[in-house]
């Protein structure tokens, strides 16, 4: 599996396909494979002629794993997606995240737009400016002893696919714990480049996405019925949407 290092940190990642680049970044205790591969969008981008590149966020997957909250600012890891762009000779592209990996798309497009062509946002709405969606008390389920000891059923569910994904628990207690930044409703203001906002309509975790939409400049919402934060992921109409929304881009 190719990597490259941001300072200290390695960063693992895959780059599949020929075409116009997009970027894919995951969300919080998942990994480039489980939202990516799985639920079937290096198929679905690189089938309509897309250079699909997809990284391990610090902390997790293959990449390296830390310890110290400080480390995992969500400006911090927006930086890793700039570094990747970097190590593959890529000066824009197309990024779409999912939860954190949204909020981290936000925080790449604020700081350095001229790297990012549109955004997606999915599973991210208008809490990327009213509060972070997942609860800093996922962080105390993942280093609890076992599942019985949690009674948090958000926890139970984030300890039980920490434990599927056989990740490093320590390090993504430590990822929730430094990752929970907001933007202010006039930074997002400043966020001027085409964006997606997509969220299922039973994702209390995300926020509403046409509220969102309506702070930032060039955005549309996209509603995914009747699914929740988890099974919004690899819905069709989110799927069709993104590629209808990426086709537009000249």
């Given amino acids: 599996m190719p990597s490259f290092h941001n300072g200290p940190v390695e ?6 396909g020929e075409g116009e680049p997009i970027v894919l970044v995951h969300g919080f205790a998942s990994t480039k494979e489980v939202n ?34 400080a480390a995992y600012h969500t400006a911090i890891m927006a930086e ?11 000066g824009r592209a197309d990024v779409m995240g999912y939860s954190m990996g949204a909020r981290i798309a936000a ?72 990752s929970r930044q907001t933007l202010t409703r006039e930074e997002a203001g400043c966020i001027d480049v ?15 996405a046409r509220e969102l939409a309506t702070i930032l400049p060039d955005a549309r919402a996209l509603d995914i019925p009747g699914r929740d934060h988890m099974l919004a992921v690899g819905d069709r109409v989110f799927k069709e949407g993104v590629l209808a929304f990426l086709a537009e881009r000249p």
């Fill in 107 to 178: 925080y790449l497009a604020l700081a350095h737009p001229e790297r990012v062509r549109s955004a997606v946002l999915g599973g991210l709405g208008i809490k990327l400016v009213d509060g972070v969606g997942l609860p800093e008390t996922i962080a105390a389920a993942l280093e609890a002893p076992n599942v019985s000891a949690i009674g948090d059923e958000q926890g139970r569910m984030f300890r039980a696919f920490a434990d599927q994904t056989k990740s490093d628990r320590q390090a993504l207690a430590a990822c929730i714990r430094g």
């Fill in 194 to 208: 085409p964006t997606l906002v997509a969220v299922g309509t039973k994702d209390p975790v995300a926020g509403s």
């Fill in 11 to 16: 960063i693992a990642f895959f780059d599949e």
């Fill in 36 to 69: 990516w591969v799985h639920p079937g969008w290096v198929v679905t981008l690189t089938r309509v002629g897309r250079r699909v590149i997809a990284l391990d966020n610090r902390g997790h997957g293959a990449s390296t794993k830390l310890y110290d909250p």
């Fill in 80 to 90: 890793d997606v700039s570094a990747l762009l970097d190590h593959l000779g890529i």
